[in-house]
Each structure stands twice: as C-alpha cells, then as structure tokens.
C-alpha cells in the first residue's frame, strides 16, 4: 500500500502546485491552459488506444460500456458524489468544475495499464517502482489539470488509493488470470475513455465519460472469450 499512498499523495501535491498557477493567472488565460489540458489528454489517449490489437472487441467493449453506464447512470452518480464532497470541503467561491475535475482526474488517473500492472508488482513483489514512476505522471498531470479544472482534482487522490489499492491487496488472486493482452486490451479501451476527457476539455464535443467505464469490464470478458471467438 505504501506506493499507492505516494501515488495518490503525489496526485495532491501536483495538485496544489495547479492552484497555486491557476490562483495567480488571469482569467483571460483560462481558456489556453483548458486547451493544453485537452490535447494533452488527446495525445495520452490516443497513445493508449494504439495499444489495441482487436478492434472488433474493441468496439464492442465501447458499445456495452456505454450502453451499460447510461443505465446505471454511473457519471450522474459520480457527479453527485463530487457535488457532495465539494459541499463538504470546498470554498463556497469554487469553480463549478469541482465534480467534474475529480470526475475526469479519476477516469485519467485509474484508466491505464500502469495502474493494473504497477498494483500487481506491489502487491505480489514488493516492486514499487512503476507506482513511482506512474506518480510522477500523475503529478505532473495533476499540475495541468488543478490550474483548469480546480480542487476537484486533488480529490481525485481518493479514487486512486482506493482503486489502487483494492487491486495492491487483491493481487495475488488476480494476477494469475491477467493476460498481456488483456493489459493492451484494457489500456486501449482506457485511452478511448482519456480522449473522451481531451474532447470534452477542447469543447469539440461533451460525453458522459464515466458512463463508458464499464467497457472496461467488457474487455475483460471479451479477451477471455476470444480463445473460443475467433473472430474476436
């Protein structure tokens, strides 16, 4: 757990860094550091989703995702659950872009092999040294993302020391049925869900991103299928 702690303490120190820019830069400038948040997460994304070798299953994961998520109403949710943190400890003067910089800050941040692959190695070898690296990512992410979207970022940090470390104690179960191409499956998915973010941050088109998340559950069954789906 001890990476995943630094993880997601490296998510809040980039964090205050991207407050303290943001405080100190004139509002005409809000919308070129948006702009560098949004193709910064295009450019992320579209190197995850290059990762994917199957894109019949890569399509189909993205459909039943999103098809699945819009029944549940998971970003609503999310939403909501940012909503109330921000009730609870942000300024009354914070941007209303709280819930939705914790919202795409923990799609970012958890989206990723890194963060499967690096709980893994912790967990079952005592090998932090991708959660390190992922980290400093991370923070320097956190930095972009705090100065446009706000304290809902720091938040975030939440997600991923739960999310992470769900999957650091877990690990010995899990491990053993974890492909490396389920892991480039995954990260393709995770990367179509990153550009989602970059579109939305760019005004090019809004998606309720978090409601794709089940995609993710979908690859996995679809990459256990595939030895009996050929097609796949």
Not at 69 to 98: C, H, N, Q, V, Y
Not at 201 to 207: G, N, P, Q, W
């Amino acid at each position: 757990m001890l990476a995943t702690i630094i993880n997601a303490l490296a998510v809040v120190a980039g964090s205050v860094i991207g407050l303290f820019l943001k405080k100190g830069l004139p509002k005409r400038f809000e919308q070129a550091v948006f702009a560098a948040a949004g193709i910064t997460s295009l450019v992320v994304g579209i190197q995850m989703a290059m990762k994917t070798s199957h894109i019949l299953a890569f399509a189909i994961a993205l459909i039943l995702g999103g098809l699945a998520g819009t029944a549940i109403g998971i970003e609503d949710a999310i939403l909501r659950l940012g909503e109330r943190l921000k009730s609870r400890f942000a300024r009354k003067d914070e941007s209303g872009s709280f819930a939705l910089g914790f919202l795409n800050a923990s799609v970012l941040y958890c989206a990723g092999a890194m963060a499967i692959v690096g709980s893994f190695k912790a967990g079952t070898e005592g090998d932090y040294s991708l959660i390190f690296t992922k980290s400093v990512l991370d923070g320097a992410m956190s930095i972009i993302f705090a100065s446009a979207m706000g304290v809902g970022v720091a938040f975030s940090a939440l997600t991923v020391l739960a999310y992470q470390g769900v999957l650091t104690l877990a690990s010995v179960w899990i491990k053993p049925y974890v492909s490396d191409l389920m892991l480039a499956e995954i990260t393709g998915v995770g990367g179509a869900l990153v550009i989602m973010i970059g579109l939305g941050l760019l005004d090019i088109r809004k998606l309720k991103t978090a409601d794709f998340i089940p995609a993710l559950v979908f690859t996995v069954l679809l990459v256990l299928a595939m030895p009996f789906v050929t097609f796949l």
